[in-house]
C-alpha cells in the first residue's frame, strides 16, 4: 500500500541545517522560503513556538512527508492525537510561498503563555544567526556594485571579495516597485538559477545591509540560502529577498547599471548575457553603458 503524502511546515529546529532537521532527511523539500500567519517566540534559546496572529508572518519551510515520516516527527513534537494537553498541537494551516499558497500541517503552542517567552520580531527562527561575527553574503543585484559602498563610507567592509557563487532553486526577479522602477529579488523557482558575488563581512556590513536593504522597515528580510561557491558548498550565506513581493517592474537606468557593472567579470559571461538579455526583451530597455 502507497503511503499517503503530506505537506507539513515547520519554522524550527526541524528546517534545514538545524538539529532535529535529521527527522525529515527523506522528505521532499517543497519550498525553502514559506511563511504562514503567526507569531513566534523564543523558548529560552532552545526552540520557537508558534502562536496565531494573523497579523504577523511567521517564516519557514515546506516538505512533503509520508505518514510515517510525519509520526515521526509527531513523536519528536511530542504530539499525540488522542491526547487533551499537548505542548504542542498539530493542525491545518494556509502557508504562504514564491509559487503560490497550499494547505499544509504544522505544530502551533500549545501551552500556557509565560512571561519569559520574548517574541521574534522578525517571525524567522534563523535571526539569531545574525548575532554572528563574521558572514558571507551573497549580492545579487545592486550589491554587486561597489561605487554605491565607497561613496556611503564603507568600502572597506566590502573588499574581501571572495569571488562569483551559484545560488540553485532560484530566479532572479525586479518584484519590489518604487516610484523610478523595480528593484531585485531572489524568487524560489527550482527550475533557475542566480549567479552572484560573495563578501565576508564583519557585523559592521551587516549593519549597513540591514539599513540599505530596508530590513526594519520590512522592505527586504534577511535569508540563509545555500550556494556554490569555488566548487564548495556553503549551506548558509546570508542574502536578502523581498517581504512583499508585486508583479515585476522594469528597473531605473542607474540602477540596472550598477548590476551590470557589479556582475562583469564576476558571473559567467552566459549569465551576464541573461541579465543583459532580461533588460532588453523582457523590459524593451536599452542597455545602460558604464
Not at 529579488?185 to 536593504?213: A, F, S
Not at 527586504?220 to 517592474?249: C, D, M
Request: hydrophobic share 35%; proline share 4%.
Amino acid at each position: 500500500m502507497v503511503d499517503e503524502s503530506i505537506l507539513l511546515f515547520v519554522y524550527g529546529t526541524l528546517l534545514r541545517g538545524e538539529a532535529a532537521n535529521h527527522y525529515l532527511k527523506d522528505a521532499e523539500p517543497i519550498a525553502m522560503q514559506a511563511w504562514v500567519e503567526g507569531a513566534l517566540y523564543d523558548m529560552k534559546g532552545k526552540y520557537p513556538a508558534l502562536l496565531p496572529d494573523p497579523s504577523k508572518k511567521a517564516y519557514g519551510e515546506v516538505y512533503r512527508v509520508s505518514k510515517s515520516q510525519l509520526a515521526r516527527v509527531d513523536q519528536w513534537e511530542d504530539y499525540q492525537p488522542e491526547r487533551e494537553n499537548n505542548l504542542f498541537v498539530r493542525r491545518s494551516v494556509r502557508v504562504g510561498t514564491d509559487q503560490g499558497a497550499w494547505e499544509a500541517e504544522t505544530y502551533f503552542y500549545g501551552g500556557p503563555r509565560e512571561v519569559w517567552m520574548s517574541e521574534i520580531p522578525s517571525g524567522d527562527w534563523r535571526t539569531r544567526l545574525l548575532q554572528g561575527d563574521q558572514f558571507y553574503y551573497f549580492a545579487y543585484g545592486s550589491c554587486m556594485d561597489n561605487e554605491r559602498f565607497i561613496a556611503q563610507g564603507v568600502g572597506e567592509e566590502f573588499s574581501r571579495v571572495k569571488g562569483g557563487a551559484v545560488l540553485k532553486g532560484y530566479a532572479m526577479r525586479y518584484t519590489l516597485s518604487y516610484a523610478d522602477g523595480g528593484r531585485a529579488d531572489i524568487v524560489e523557482d527550482p527550475q533557475d538559477t542566480v549567479e552572484g558575488k560573495v563578501y565576508q563581512i564583519t557585523h559592521k556590513g551587516l549593519e549597513y545591509l540591514l539599513w540599505r536593504e530596508g530590513v526594519h522597515q520590512q522592505t527586504y528580510r534577511p535569508v540563509w540560502i545555500p550556494i556554490e561557491l569555488q566548487g564548495k558548498l556553503y549551506a548558509h550565506a546570508l542574502s536578502f529577498t523581498v517581504v512583499n513581493k508585486q508583479r515585476e517592474v522594469a528597473p531605473p537606468d542607474h540602477y540596472a547599471r550598477e548590476i551590470l557593472r557589479g556582475a562583469k567579470g564576476t558571473v559567467t559571461e552566459a549569465y551576464y548575457q541573461r541579465l543583459c538579455s532580461d533588460l532588453t526583451h523582457k523590459f524593451k530597455m536599452e542597455i545602460p553603458t558604464f
